[in-house]
């Protein structure tokens, strides 16, 4: 197993390099050969949720009715039994109608303990949109957790205020948003307040940037000049500048092909990384 950094995530410890179950592709069969491969590679920390995986391209978006959706079937059928040291993440909040009501939280979490085949799951994210105030939403999260549903509770897609109505209800362990190369300075000050924390920063379309919901890496001059100088891949370039943000950060690369998962998890740490990201807010 490559020697990659650990971090924290609530009271486990993860491999800083983990893996997002978005881009499991649409065929079941290979992404359950994917999942036993990426753990086979050292993967402890999956990020999923019952609406993964959706279908590449700009017009399908994280919250689509038209997601494929078996991507907790596929992770149980692949990884069940669980290794001990393998942390599921999901996310609440995103249905086909919309943003689940508060009263829908609890069938959601049930829906995916089911399909994980587990009697407590991991980290739940809130992935919340639209919402002034999570809390109403996050107090239910906190309700199922105090009833031993969840272990521990994270945030998705939330600014500063967000996080602050959540930490007065309970405790956040994990803040998920886009960050990346392309972002610019967007959620430099969430990255910051979670390591005071001691909160993990998860950025997802790390690799995908702008590009978003379309998918592939994002074309970059500045790093396509430093991987060639490097002798690495533009991925790989990515997946340290997100690594070099900090030690509370934790990469979660989303791929449906082995080749690139493979590639992903031999990323190592980059001198100089750190001064590429200087580009516009996106
Ligand atoms: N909370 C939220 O709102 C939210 C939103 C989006 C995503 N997420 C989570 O964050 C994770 C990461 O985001 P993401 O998957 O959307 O985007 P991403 O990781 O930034 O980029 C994924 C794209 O990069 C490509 N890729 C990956 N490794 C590569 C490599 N070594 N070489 C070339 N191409 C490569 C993949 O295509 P191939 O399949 O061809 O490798 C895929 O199209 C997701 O999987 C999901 O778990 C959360």
Redesign the pocket.
Known sequence: MPAYETATLGDRTVHRIGF????L?HDRAHAIALLRHAVDSGVDHI???DF?PTH?GAEHR?HDSTALGWANEAIREALAPYPDELVIAT?VGPTAAGLARPDQLRGLVEADLRALGRDRLDVV?L?QYGLESVAEHFGVLADLRQAGLIRHLGL??VRLPHLAQAETIAPVVAV?N?Y?VDFGRVNDEMLDVCRARGIAFVP??????TGR?R???LANDAVTAFAHAHGV?P??VRIAWTLSRGPHVLA??????MA?LT??MRTGALSGVEELGSGQDG
Do not use: C, M, W
């Open positions: 997002g179950a978005k881009r592709g990020d999923t949720a993964y590449a994280e996310k994210y992935r998705s897609n998920q886009r990346g997802f379309f790390a690799l995908a940037g919901e998918g592939g890496v891949s991925a790989q979660i690369p989303g791929t449906g092909s690139h590639e992903n």
